[in-house]
Each structure stands twice: as structure tokens, then as C-alpha cells.
């Protein structure tokens, strides 16, 4: 038998193993309905074997494939695979901090515009940096940042705006992006929770993620597809690009990829910093960075969900309509979520906020006893969490606009449910019945 012959038998059983044993649970009216879940079949499976048949291991022909197709996807000049939506983060704010940028280099004490509304990590780059946050609120029911508070935020330090695109909403890019135009900010958007939305600007119809001088995903399970963990990070900028990858390798100013060496031809006749002439370039290290790097069996699996992705973002679109239709007689108790103008959301979940009579926590634990798992928009009110303890107690280190209302209305008042793609319409419709009992149950 060759390798080919043999390759082919053990992907042959993979398929049927998956195909038998995985995915076979049918649901029924009374089963517990998840905020979100993994869609998959035997493709990611066998994808995900043949790269472990191949034992490269680290990142390798399916990073390349799968940065490739992301990046024609989104139709970016420039994307990098990495290993957590958080790392996405980290490495798009930290790519900022490149002395290559010159003036536009964020230096600690500089300051980043950002919301409290969301989740930890589009944060934390910022303040292990040195960089202030600068939290300003958020609009209900679109749950993202309120442009009206933009230019208060403003001071001499502002270096950058960094926010998501709250559950698949995009914020207003149009706004948001001529506030940073005007006076010379960087935009980093946080796609994590927004593949697959679209947003017209100029007349164009673009994803999110690419409207703004950096985007990040994540491929965590819960997320619009999975590689188990994982995320990116893409740009159409060059320079960009090259600080991203810098960042994500180690901090190497070298380009060459795991296992190839000496690809410019330029690896040992050139002088970097202080080092002697001719120093291996492999090892001449142009920033501080770290390894970010994801495995090649991860993107394998990436590769085969990105092959399904435009059929899953038309899901969840369906589902949040159905959703919503089906929830339209509770408008007088909860507040429904709304697209932000110009924009087609490829929705991560169904965001609620239970008006004055409705008690937030008794809906949330009526849904739960009743199998619909709920989740809260992340931190709710991050300033309100331990982590920023000692930063409040000794008043430094962040500043607020305003009193953040929205915000804290969103962490006692929010709570949201899923619309992955591997809901059926009868999912829904249970789900929206047990919405509805459980408001009435309350009035
Ligand atoms: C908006 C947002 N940004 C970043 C992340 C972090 O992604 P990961 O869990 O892959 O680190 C998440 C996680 O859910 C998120 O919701």
C-alpha cells in the first residue's frame, strides 16, 4: 500500500467514524437549546487528520491555505493566523506600538477610545501596555459605542480607537471612521463576534474588520465558526502587515516562514542595530513580540469551516429574523435589538434588555430551568470588575466619559441567546415560546 493508498483508507474510516457516531442527536421540543455550538461534519474531521497524518505540526501549508482564503474572503490585502481571538488583540494593539510607525506609534501614556460594554481582551493589550482606556458608553439596542461621546473623549494622548462590533452589530463605521481620519487616530476593529457583517461606506459594501486599519477574529467554539481555539488578525496595510508579523513571530524582523531559511538571500550579508555585519538574520529580533502562532492541525479545521462560512452567516441572519418576528409581541416589556444603520449584521446572538417591570436575573433563571442557556454581554460594566480594583481605588490608570448610564443598564438589565447556524426553526420557535411564558410570568 503507498502513503496515498494508506492516507486515503484512514481518512475513508475518519469520515464514516464521524458520519456515525458524531452529530447524531436529533433535537426534540424539551432539549436543552445552547447560546451557541460548534457546526461541523466530516470534512473539518478528516481536514483535521490529514494535517496530523502530516505531523508538520506548527503553522505550515494549511496556515498558508487557510490565511489565503480568510483574506480573499474579506477581500484583505494581508491576514495572520493566530491562536485566540485575545492574541488577535494583543498582537493588532501591540503592531501599533512599532517604532517603524514613527509618529504614530502609540507610547505608554498615550490613550485608546474604547467602551466597558464588551469583552476583557479588547481592553487589556492597552492597560498592560501603559496605554489609558478611555470607556465611554454605548447605545441601546444597537450595544455599541456611542459616537455623539467621541470627541469629549478626545485629548492630546488619544493614539487609537479600539472597539467590537457588539454580537455581530456593526458599530458606525462611517463615524467612527472620519473621527479617527480627522485627527489622525489608528481604528482597530475587534471582529470577534462579527465575521461574515457587512457595512456600506462610501458607497461600498465591505466586511467588518476591514474598514478600519486592523481587524481581529476568533475561532474559539462559540464563535461564527470554530478551529477548536484560534483567531486572526488582517489588514490591507503593509507596514502593518509586517509589524503584525513581527509582532506574532517572536519579535523577528526575519520573514522567512517555520522551516524555511534564507529566502531574501539576504540572511548573513547585512548589519541590524548594534550587531556585526552579517549576523544571521534569522535571529535578529526588530521588537519585542511573542509567539502567537497557531497549529497547522487548527487551521486545517479552519479551512473546512471557512469552505460552509457563507452558509452559516445566512443562518444566523434567518434566525435572528425568525427570532425577532417571533418576539415582537414583548416589545412593550424587553427591547428588541436593532441592525446599526448601513449595515448587514452577521448576528453572534440575540441581545435583550428587559424594561422596567421585567427583572433581568428571574428571566435569565426562568430560561435556564426551562433549557434555553442565556449569557450576559461579557463583562457587563468591565471598570465594575476585581481586575479593576486597585486601579479604582487609587483613581489612575483609565478614564470615563460621562457616567457610562447605558453601560450599567446593560450589565443589571441585559441578557442574550443564541442564533448559531445550527439552530432549526423549531429551535427558535421552542425558544421564543419560553421567552414569551417566562415575561408573562412576570406581568
Ligand atoms: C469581542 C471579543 N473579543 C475578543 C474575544 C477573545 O477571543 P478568544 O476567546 O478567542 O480569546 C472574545 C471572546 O469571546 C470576544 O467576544
Known amino acids: 500500500m503507498t502513503e496515498q ?16 457516531y458524531h452529530n447524531q442527536k436529533e433535537y426534540k421540543t424539551g432539549d ?13 474531521m478528516c481536514s ?13 501549508k494549511y496556515t498558508d491555505e487557510f490565511e489565503g482564503s480568510l483574506a480573499e ?12 481571538g485575545s492574541s488577535a488583540n494583543l498582537n493588532a494593539f501591540m503592531a501599533l506600538t512599532s517604532p517603524l510607525l514613527e509618529e504614530r506609534q502609540i507610547r505608554p501614556g498615550d490613550e485608546m477610545i474604547t467602551v466597558a460594554a464588551g469583552f476583557p481582551t479588547t481592553v487589556t493589550p492597552a492597560i498592560q501596555y501603559g496605554v489609558t482606556p478611555v470607556f465611554i458608553d454605548v447605545t441601546i439596542p444597537q450595544y455599541n459605542l456611542d459616537i455623539t461621546q467621541l470627541e469629549e473623549a478626545l485629548s492630546d494622548r488619544t493614539k487609537v480607537v479600539m472597539a467590537s462590533h457588539t454580537l455581530g452589530n456593526p458599530f458606525d463605521l462611517y463615524a467612527v471612521k472620519s473621527f479617527c481620519e480627522k485627527h489622525n487616530l489608528w481604528l482597530i476593529e475587534d471582529n470577534c463576534d462579527a465575521l461574515g457583517s457587512k457595512y456600506v461606506i462610501d458607497g461600498e459594501e465591505k466586511f467588518t474588520g476591514t474598514i478600519g486599519d486592523i481587524g481581529t477574529s476568533s475561532f474559539y467554539p462559540p464563535h461564527h465558526m470554530t478551529m477548536g481555539e484560534g483567531g486572526a488578525v488582517y489588514t490591507n496595510n503593509p507596514l502593518l502587515h509586517k ?4 509582532f506574532r513571530d517572536w519579535g523577528r524582523d526575519c520573514t522567512c516562514p517555520s522551516g524555511k531559511d534564507n ?36 487551521a486545517a479545521i479552519g479551512c473546512a469551516q471557512l469552505k460552509k462560512f457563507p452558509e452559516f452567516v445566512k443562518k444566523r441572519m434567518r434566525n435572528f429574523e425568525r427570532l425577532k418576528s417571533n418576539l415582537a409581541e414583548l416589545k412593550e416589556w424587553l427591547i428588541l435589538p436593532e441592525a446599526c444603520a448601513n449595515s448587514v449584521p452577521s448576528w453572534f446572538g440575540f441581545l435583550i434588555t428587559c424594561r422596567e417591570g421585567i427583572d433581568r436575573n428571574k428571566m435569565v433563571s426562568c430560561l435556564e430551568a426551562k433549557g434555553i442557556q442565556t449569557r450576559m454581554l461579557f463583562a457587563g460594566n468591565l471598570i ?18 460621562g457616567k457610562l448610564e447605558n453601560t450599567d443598564r446593560i450589565m443589571k438589565d441585559a441578557f442574550w441567546v443564541g442564533v448559531y447556524p445550527g439552530m432549526t426553526d423549531e429551535m427558535i420557535d421552542d425558544m421564543s415560546q419560553v421567552i414569551v411564558e417566562a415575561v408573562k410570568e412576570q406581568i
Open 5 to 20: 493508498e494508506a492516507r486515503k483508507e484512514i481518512l475513508g474510516i475518519v469520515a464514516e467514524y464521524c458520519m456515525t
Open 32 to 44: 436543552r437549546i445552547p447560546y451557541a455550538s460548534r457546526v461541523y461534519d466530516q470534512e473539518e
Open 48 to 60: 483535521l487528520v490529514d494535517s496530523a497524518l502530516e505531523f508538520w505540526l506548527t503553522s505550515g
Open 73 to 84: 474572503y474579506l477581500g484583505v490585502g494581508y491576514c495572520s493566523m493566530v491562536n485566540s
Open 243 to 246: 509589524c503584525i508579523r513581527s
Open 263 to 298: 529566502l531574501c538571500g539576504h540572511r548573513f550579508d547585512r548589519q541590524y542595530g548594534e550587531l556585526p555585519m552579517g549576523y544571521d538574520h534569522k535571529y535578529v529580533y526588530s521588537h519585542f513580540g511573542y509567539n502567537l502562532k497557531a497549529t497547522d492541525m487548527q
Open 384 to 401: 465594575k470588575h476585581p481586575c479593576f480594583d486597585q486601579m479604582r481605588k487609587e483613581k489612575r490608570g483609565y478614564r470615563v466619559v
